[in-house]
């Protein structure tokens, strides 16, 4: 999140220089900075917090889920199955599993669960807790677990492909928006300065800012919407 951080204060900072150059007023240009910094804060940064957060939860839940149903296929060891499965190179999941190492493998599987967070994690634990009543072959009843999971993954690897693809089309049209208030400003440069003596000119120049901020609120609602079942009785419980 800090390049996210360092990125939107000097997004912000940009666009405050740029409300200067478009008004000639300081006034406006502190709005500009305030509201887009105090904007992203309060409510973007969280947005994007989520959004990462989701990803990193299925990308590991997809590798955990698909090793320790392989693993425990062929040498029929949980231990080895839960090795295998936490061989993952996030950061954050390995600190969480560090602090559980002393527990047995069925209770580090259950506390998992206030990690991952998803339905798929859930559909995993009905059928291991199953495979431990019943046993059998895991990897014949895991198959529709498998199936649903790499569906999951797909679908999250397609809707941040598609989410991007958007990006760049809003970033576009944006940019190309500036870049007429600009042409403006430098081909019509003595009849601009005329506009900006109208009282209503500079404050209209002003709300086009405000309007930017909001359409990106907007679109990053859209972007960070990942079609990605969570477990919300788990949510529940937590809170």
Aim: glycine letters at 4%; one cysteine or more; hydrophobic letters at 50%.
């Amino acid at each position: 999140m800090y390049k996210i951080d360092i990125t939107f204060i000097a997004l912000s900072l940009l666009a405050g220089g740029f409300c200067y150059f478009a008004t000639n007023s300081f006034i406006f240009m502190c709005l500009v900075v305030a509201f887009y910094i105090a904007d992203y804060f309060i409510l973007i940064r969280r947005k994007f917090s989520y959004y990462f957060s989701l990803i990193d939860r299925v990308h590991t839940s997809y590798h955990f889920i698909n090793s320790f149903v392989i693993t425990l296929s062929v040498k029929e060891s949980l231990e080895d199955a839960y090795i295998a499965a936490t061989r993952i190179g996030n950061k954050k999941f390995n600190e969480l599993i560090k602090g559980i190492e002393d527990n047995t493998v069925v209770d580090k599987i259950n506390y998992l669960k206030g990690y991952f967070k998803l339905s798929i994690y859930k559909m995993f634990l009905n059928v291991f807790k199953l495979y431990e009543d019943q046993g059998g072959n895991i990897l014949t009843m895991s198959d529709n677990l498998l199936r649903e999971c790499t569906r999951t993954e797909k679908t999250l690897t397609e809707t941040i492909q598609i989410g991007y693809k958007h990006l760049i089309e809003f970033i576009i049209l944006w940019v190309m928006s500036f870049g007429i208030l600009l042409f403006m400003r430098f081909s019509i440069k003595d009849f601009y300065n005329q506009m900006l003596q109208n009282a209503i000119v500079s404050p209209m120049i002003f709300f086009f800012f405000i309007l930017c901020i909001v359409s990106i609120n907007l679109f990053i609602n859209a972007f960070v919407n990942l079609t990605i079942k969570e477990d919300l009785e788990n949510e529940k419980n937590q809170k």
